[in-house]
């Protein structure tokens, strides 16, 4: 009997070593295949002057006790030439405080009007495009005020493969989403019925992208942040966790970001403890200081940089940031929508 016990859990020691080696080598080699190289980059279309400038961003080391920062880019690839580099689709940034455990989400409007090291002035979605993602992570830190020490880069096809990796969403659709496209044969036209769903991936893809309603990109970057969050919750699920080697392997084709494997091993671990329940999730910039101006005949949005700095400067920090400074927030500042009135 002694002897059968001791065999048994000899066997489940055994288990547990090749189930802990299978997990282990299954992240590495993820890790290994989507960090950004020359040879693999999905920005291979970079021209070596857009490089140059692009290159001159150094991101900040993380060293693990410090707040960090990263960058979301989901990019349109549909109808790209060999080796053109897309423009971002959808801006966010995650934020993490690894004392708190306090996280972040913000979703940048695509059109806002900004400034583009070395390229002047243009919509903060170009940024990707014509210096890749070293260029948008400047220009994001440049406005946000903030250091973005990482960035990952995924297109529809890479959405999709994660929303049914994890085994879709369930999820509230607020209203009847409808839309047809022609452009690509139909593949991404919008067809969502009002109420409770399963969102797999296509599905959820029609929701984050859904625009064609009177609050247009302001209500997209709402439901994009609200898709994350639940994305986010589910990861931290035990399934999830077990299907992790699965869920790996069926996105890694689609990811390109600057994080080594060590960095990606401490965000993990991070991004696994963090507070979803409580996480802050805010559009930037905010509708309250949102400034509407005309740019050779086009509207653009803009906004007061120093302004901005201080409004998430003050979320971070846990003030209401639209109270005078010093006041705390009270019960933590929630996501909002451009319903009002914007500035001219």
Aim: proline fraction near 5%.
């Amino acid at each position: 009997m002694a002897r059968t016990i001791k065999w048994f859990f000899i066997s489940l020691l055994l288990l547990l070593l090749a189930g802990i080696g299978y997990f282990t080598y299954s992240f590495v080699q993820f890790a290994n295949n989507i960090q950004s190289r020359p040879e693999t980059t999905k920005f291979g279309g970079l021209t070596p002057q857009q490089l140059s400038m692009s290159d001159s961003y150094i991101p900040p080391k993380w060293e693990g006790n410090s707040r960090v920062n990263i960058l979301i880019l989901g990019g349109d690839s549909r109808g790209l030439k060999k080796n053109e580099v897309p423009r971002s689709d959808s801006i966010m940034v995650a934020s993490i405080d690894p004392v708190t455990k306090k996280a972040y989400l913000f979703s940048i409007l695509r059109d806002t009007y900004v400034k583009i090291p070395g390229h002047g002035e243009d919509r903060i979605n170009t940024a990707l495009a014509i210096g890749g993602p070293n260029l948008a992570m400047r220009t994001v830190s440049d406005l946000l005020g903030i250091p973005i020490q990482y960035f990952f880069y995924t297109d529809f096809k890479g959405f999709i493969a994660l929303t049914d990796a994890i085994g879709g969403i369930d999820l509230e659709v607020e209203k009847d989403m409808k839309y047809r496209d022609s452009e690509d044969g139909h593949e991404y036209d919008i067809d969502l019925k009002k109420g409770m769903q399963h969102l797999d991936g296509k599905m959820a893809l029609q929701y984050v992208r859904f625009r064609h309603d009177a609050m247009s990109d302001f209500s997209r970057t709402e439901r994009q942040r609200k898709f994350l969050q639940a994305v986010a919750q589910k990861m931290q699920t035990t399934g999830s966790l077990v299907r992790l080697p699965n869920i790996l392997k069926s996105i890694d084709p689609y990811l390109e970001t600057n994080l080594t494997t060590t960095d990606m091993l401490k965000l993990g671990t991070l991004a696994f403890e963090a507070k979803t329940e409580g996480m802050v999730s805010q559009q930037i910039p905010p509708s309250e200081l949102l400034i509407e101006k005309r740019v050779g005949g086009a509207e653009v949005l803009s906004v007061n940089r120093t302004k901005l700095q201080n409004y998430v400067k003050a979320l971070l920090e846990g003030r209401d940031p639209l109270a005078p400074a010093g006041k705390p927030a009270e019960g933590g500042h929630k996501s909002t929508t451009a319903t009002a009135p914007v500035k001219k």
